[in-house]
T-cell receptor, first 114, second 112 residues
């Protein structure tokens, strides 16, 4: 079946502009994660959604970052007033439920802020 | 929160030799430890995982061992092949917590 789909695959934006990154999880997966991967770095947790529960936003680096998940499926990560340090690959992952089910990652969105 | 560290950052091995990557974690309440493989330009993919009630798990050429007392777990790859060249990430999750904390990754290079 279809895996996790992210769009766009690449995004170049000017400093100060807002961007929206989209994630379509695997159908039936109730848990959805956003991670950020900077060059040569590990996977930095950003936010987690599980069903209808309140999201775990504890990893968002600043109030310029926000995310929502509509209808328990598609998620959008929004970065307002982008800065150069926001340049990274943003990875979305989904899993069957929030405990120890494996995470299935998308191909990511490579964001470049000029 | 949970802190995961990986050693070494880069590992080069001759084809056919074994590779071992070690991770340490900080929170003794962690109970789930997966390993992900990320090939260049591709998404991370789960290769093996272990839960805290098990000390070792094996899947063909890959094995993971867990030492809860020392709070470390290791990935073992035997009979390495060129396609094993990738970045390997370990991770840990604290029981009852949603966050899966990843290490910074190990670059494994298999020399033909």
């Amino acid at each position: 079946g279809a895996g996790v789909s992210q769009s766009p695959s690449n995004k170049v934006t000017e400093k100060g502009k807002d961007v929206e990154l989209r994630c379509d999880p695997i159908s039936g997966h109730t848990a959805l994660y956003w991670y950020r991967q900077s060059l040569g770095q590990g996977l930095e947790f950003l936010i987690y959604f599980q069903g209808n529960s309140a999201p775990d936003k504890s990893g968002l680096p600043s109030d310029r970052f926000s995310a929502e998940r509509t209808g328990g499926s598609v998620s959008t990560l929004t970065i307002q007033r982008t800065q150069q340090e926001d340049s990274a690959v943003y990875l979305c992952a989904s899993s069957l439920e929030g405990s120890n089910s494996p995470l299935h990652f998308g191909n990511g969105t490579r964001l470049t802020v000029t | 929160g949970e802190n995961v560290e990986q050693h070494p950052s880069t590992l080069s091995v001759q084809e056919g030799d074994s590779a071992v990557i070690k991770c340490t974690y900080s929170d003794s309440a962690s109970n789930y430890f997966p390993w992900y493989k990320q090939e260049l330009g591709k998404r991370p993919q789960l290769i093996i995982d272990i839960r805290s009630n098990v000390g070792e798990k094996k899947d063909q050429r890959i094995a993971v061992t867990l030492n809860k007392t020392a709070k470390h777990f290791s990935l073992h790859i035997t009979e390495t092949q060129p396609e094993d060249s990738a970045v390997y990430f370990c991770a840990a999750r604290v029981y009852g917590n949603n966050r899966l904390a990843f290490g910074k990754g190990n670059q494994v290079v298999v020399i033909p």
